[in-house]
Each structure stands twice: as structure tokens, then as C-alpha cells.
């Protein structure tokens, strides 16, 4: 959303739909490439549509409006005007009020752009999580069966440990026969 809308049309913030699209009917009367021979008719005449199309999108005017408001309290705020200040009527005070107002777009910009930033950031932390806990699952899956593939073995192997230990018992351990004291 730009702060152009508002100069394209020539209309000044919080103005109704209405003014709106009488302010565009008359403007793209007078600035149609079907009725004008000028050669910036068709780039001025799209300008004139997207500043329109933006102007009369509720959720996009809404937002511009609290960002120029948001400006001039600050503005307000920061030169310790009163709200009936006659300063605010100067043209120096809407000149700066028109920077601030960019200013502050461009401040809520970024922090839109850093929140999203983070947004995403969290979305992949949570996407590898995910993906950790899968593969985790997956070796696990893949130990268990590696563990009970080699049960046969294990189990022969024990066995064969028990026969050898059943053998060696008998020949290594002779019976001593106790002498009797006294």
C-alpha cells in the first residue's frame, strides 16, 4: 500500500468509498488512453486504476489510514503541539507529516517483514523437528528388526556357550575329597 493513492486521486485520508470512485470517474475521464492522444496516458491511467483499486480495498485503506495517523501523533507528540495547535495547518506540517507517514510505512514494513522472517524461521525449526522424530522412529524401527533378525543367532550362540560350559564343568571341577580334622 502506498501513500501515493491517496496524491494520485487527490483526496485526503478517511474520505468514504463514495468520493472515492466520484474522484476516479473523473479522472480517468480526462486521462483515458481512448480519450487523450498523450503518450504517458496509458502509464498514468494505471497508476490511476491501482491507486483506485488500492483506495477501495477496505483492509489495505484501513491500514494506510492508521499509518497516517500514527504519524501525526507522533509528529504531534514530538514538537509538543496541542491537537489545536495552528501549526498543524502549515504546509511545513504536512510536508513533514507526509515523511513521517512514509517513515512509519516503511517502519511497519520491516517489522511485518521481520515477523514473517521469524515465522518462517519457527516453521523450519518445527518442520526439522518433525523430521528428526521421523528418522528417529525410522532407526529405531530399523534397530528392532536388525535385533530380532539376528535372534536365531544370538539364541544358537547362547546355546552353543551353554554346551561348551556343561563340558568344560565336568573336566575342569574334580570333586576334592575333604580330609577330616581330628
Not at 511497519?108 to 522424530?133: F, H, I, T, V, Y
Amino acid at each position: 500500500m502506498s501513500l501515493r493513492s491517496y496524491a494520485v486521486l487527490d483526496l485526503q485520508p478517511g474520505v468514504p468509498d463514495s468520493d472515492i470512485k466520484v474522484q476516479y470517474r473523473k479522472k480517468s475521464l480526462l486521462i483515458h488512453p481512448d480519450k487523450t492522444k498523450n503518450p504517458a496516458a496509458p502509464d498514468a491511467f494505471d497508476r490511476l486504476k491501482k491507486a483506485h483499486t488500492q483506495l477501495l480495498d477496505e483492509k489495505a485503506r484501513t491500514y494506510l489510514d492508521e499509518c497516517i495517523a500514527d504519524a501525526r501523533r507522533l509528529l504531534i507528540r514530538e514538537h509538543k503541539y496541542t491537537l489545536d495547535s495552528p501549526e498543524l495547518k502549515t504546509e511545513e506540517f504536512k510536508k513533514e507529516w507526509r515523511q513521517k507517514t512514509v517513515q512509519v510505512l516503511l517502519e511497519e514494513e520491516a517489522r511485518r517483514r521481520r515477523q514473517n522472517k521469524a515465522r518462517l524461521q519457527e516453521e523450519g525449526r518445527e518442520r526439522r523437528k518433525e523430521e528428526e522424530e521421523i528418522e528417529e522412529r525410522k532407526r529405531k524401527r530399523d534397530q528392532d528388526k536388525a535385533w530380532e533378525d539376528s535372534r536365531d543367532e544370538r539364541i544358537g550362540s547362547w546355546r552353543d556357550w551353554q554346551k561348551g560350559q556343561k563340558k568344560g564343568d565336568g573336566e575342569k571341577k574334580k570333586k576334592k575329597k575333604l580330609k577330616v580334622l581330628g
